[in-house]
């Protein structure tokens, strides 16, 4: 069974489904079901394999930061807001992790690598209910992927 709920689109999603206008191939829920579901696949496909520290590292700085105003700025604002936090805020050794080690991968993700890993720190934010964590690996295995989580 299917969820029937509103949504509000922006200039964006009226770009999408202005693009599938007349189309016999999906009705609107359709192609944005479709569209949602490619989204996800390319975010898991995207993601890179980091530890539970180099995680625990992104979730810890990008804590209030806005990413998903401007793709365009969102590698740089990645690796930027990683780099200042290693170097001005300790959160390295903070997370027991080599910050310039995890700029270097940042530095090398695609665009589709950089959109996996903010839409898995916002996932982690968007699910925090101020309760204890008591293991990461736990809490971030349902939201980037066991697969994508090193020791």
Not at 112 to 120: E, L, P, Q, T
Not at 140 to 148: D, M, N, R, T, Y
Request: overall charge negative; aromatic content about 8%; hydrophobic content about 40%.
């Amino acid at each position: 069974m299917t969820d029937r709920f509103s949504i509000y689109g922006g200039p964006g999603l009226r770009v999408l489904l202005d693009g599938m206008a007349g189309s016999d191939i999906h009705s609107r829920s359709g192609y944005l079901n479709a569209v949602a579901d490619r989204y996800r696949k390319i975010c898991i496909r995207s993601r890179p394999t980091l530890s539970v520290g180099e995680w625990c590292c992104l979730i810890d700085a990008l804590n209030g930061t806005v990413l998903s105003d401007n793709i365009d700025y969102g590698s740089t604002i990645l690796w930027g807001s990683i780099e200042d936090a290693c170097k001005l805020d300790g959160l390295g050794e903070k997370w027991s992790i080599d910050g310039p080690a995890l700029v270097a991968k940042l530095k090398q993700l695609d665009l589709a690598g950089v959109v996996s890993v903010i839409d898995a720190v916002e996932r982690f934010w968007a699910t925090q209910d101020g309760a204890a964590i008591t293991s990461w690996r736990d809490v971030l295995a349902p939201i980037v992927g066991a697969e994508h989580i090193t020791d």
